[in-house]
């Protein structure tokens, strides 16, 4: 366990491209322990690429990512399980298993990944569900979910094996505005109720700025902008600006 | 052609290691049961009811014939070794690569397309133990048994036909069929099947699973699954047999 304060994800000059264009281009950034930090950017700017790297979903083709000390570019099998455990993902899609239900889609790694009894299986299923509001759809297939609930469902199993790090990839996208809103309510309550750090990545200012502790700007796979809300409202960059105060 | 080489390898390499993989725990003993009752039962009707129609063809074909070189007794016996021997394992692999092997290419791309493959590596379970694994073993346990299916649905068949023509008592017929039929001309054509189903489960599991061209992907790998897999299912038969005549020389007709 990170102690608060601490860096627990490192990004050391870190690049990365697909059939040899640049996604990344050497893309250095420290989150501390129970901090939220916020990547902003444009559509392919690479923000989504960068939070598959976190997790070792991607691997970079240059640069290290420590994740609670431990590269993770250097780990397979096991030792990468053991690093992913301490992750909780939250995939765009929602990305949940579409031929089981919601109750199934949660109680999947609590099966596969810890020595829990059924019943205590149950209970922490509907522990989840209940603090995401989902408690009466658990029955429920993904196909019968609206966008917003998929979105809550996929939240509640990047939760339910208590994360300390919590990664999330639009978590407003294709969302109305008081859907998104509901999902940055349940993200704030799980940065300030449980201390978890998170990683966002948002076109949403408005909703970024609700969660966010700092703020990176990326564009064309650079780093253009790592900061707190008051320096980056100060910020020259005209993109940053835009980014930053579109609302 | 380099490409088609490049392909061969990957998809040799995706074989070797799923087959190491089968032999190493955890063992995915419930998620193996449920594919093979997605392969196997599932498949039970399309291949029954083909292999009856088959049988009724095939009478129909050959019967004019060996009546007429006054063989007529010997429809039964061609009807027997001929789906034993070849049609059964053949056309059951190939309707499985059809049926089976389109399913697990769409499946399993639409799988990389919403990303539910990165969900399942991102709880950190092995996404390949639990997804490509379990198909493979399946599709090689079910085939022999599907196999065996089409070959007794064939003589069905045959008998049918045969029974509106002479009214042949089905006990002749049985007895008849299985005159000098051997142990080596059902049990290793039987056995061949397993290589069919390890084609068949590979080489879909291999377009589904690593595919990287989001939807449109879901699309091509369930045809290119279909169409290579019964491409090697046929190539691989001719090597087969040619090994079946040489461990079983007996079993050359």
């Given at each position: ?9 490192v ?12 996604v990344?281009?050497?893309?250095s950034l ?7 930090l916020?990547i902003?950017?444009?559509?392919g ?9 976190m ?6 083709d240059?640069g290290?990512?420590r994740?609670?000390?431990e590269?993770?570019?250097?780990l ?9 455990r ?5 995939f765009?899609?929602?990305a949940?298993?579409?031929?089981v239900t ?7 790694p609590?099966?596969?990944l ?33 966008g917003?609930?998929k ?20 978590p407003?996208s ?7 809103s509901?999902i ?34 990326l ?5 253009l ?7 980056l ?12 105060e579109?609302s | 052609?380099?490409?088609w ?7 040799t390499?995706?074989?070797i ?9 955890p ?9 093979i009752e997605?392969a196997g ?9 083909s292999?009856?129609?088959l ?5 129909l ?5 060996l ?6 007794a010997m429809?039964?016996r061609?009807?027997?070794?001929a ?16 049926r ?11 799988m ?10 991102a ?9 490509v ?8 346990a079910?085939l022999p048994?599907?196999t ?8 069905l ?7 509106a023509?002479?009214h042949?008592s ?24 397993t290589?069919f189903?390890f ?10 699973y ?8 879901v ?17 691989a ?17």
């Open positions: 366990m990170t102690n608060e304060g601490e860096p627990i994800i990004l050391d000059h870190i690049s990365k491209s697909f059939a040899s264009k640049p990344l281009q050497d893309v420290t989150v501390a322990a129970g901090e939220a916020c902003l950017g444009r559509s700017t690479g923000k989504s690429v960068t939070l598959k790297l997790i070792a979903l991607l691997l970079p240059r290290l990512i994740i609670a000390g590269n993770i570019t250097k397979d099998g096991e030792q990468l399980s053991h690093v992913r301490k992750i909780g993902f939250l765009q899609s929602a949940l298993f579409d031929s919601v109750y199934d889609n949660l109680a999947l609590l099966h596969r810890t020595a829990k009894s059924k019943k205590e299986i149950d209970e922490s299923v509907d522990f989840v569900l209940n603090e995401v509001g989902l408690i009466s759809d658990k029955n429920k297939m993904p196909v019968e979910l609206s917003g609930m979105k809550r469902a996929g939240l509640a199993r990047a939760l339910v094996l208590e994360p300390e790090i919590l990664l999330v990839d639009e407003s294709g969302l109305d505005r008081i859907t998104a509901e940055d309510d349940l993200l704030l309550e799980q940065k300030t109720k449980r201390k978890t750090t998170m990683v966002i990545v948002t076109h949403d200012a408005r909703g970024a700025r609700r969660i966010g502790d700092r703020f990176a700007v564009d064309q796979g650079c780093l902008a790592l900061g707190r809300a008051d320096e409202d100060y910020h020259g960059n005209a993109i940053v600006q835009k980014l930053f579109e | 052609m380099i490409k080489f490049q392909f061969i390898g990957e998809v390499l995706f074989g290691r799923a087959i190491g993989r089968s032999f190493s725990p063992f995915e003993l419930q998620t193996i049961w449920n594919q997605e039962s599932r498949s039970l009707s399309l291949v029954a009811a292999g009856f129609a049988g009724v063809v095939m009478t074909h050959t019967r004019s014939t009546v007429m070189f006054g063989a007529g429809i039964p061609v009807q027997s070794l789906f034993f021997v070849e049609i059964g394992p053949l056309v059951a692999g190939l309707l499985v690569a059809g089976v092997g389109a399913g697990i290419g769409a499946i399993l791309a639409n990389r397309a919403t990303e539910q493959i990165d969900a399942i590596e709880i950190s379970i092995d996404s390949f133990n639990i997804l694994v379990p198909r493979i073993i399946a599709c090689v079910a048994l599907l065996v299916f089409m070959d007794f649905a064939g003589l068949g045959g008998f049918c036909s045969e029974f023509f002479s042949l089905l006990r002749l017929y049985v007895t008849r069929a299985f005159t000098d039929l051997q142990w080596s001309n059902f049990i290793p054509p039987m056995l061949k099947t290589a189903g084609i068949i489960g590979t080489v879909s599991s291999f377009f589904g690593t595919t990287n061209e989001g939807a449109a992907g699309g091509r790998a369930a045809t290119n699954s279909v169409v290579v897999s019964s491409l090697l299912i046929i190539l038969d001719v090597i087969l047999v040619k090994c079946i005549f040489l461990i079983f020389p007996e079993s050359a007709i």
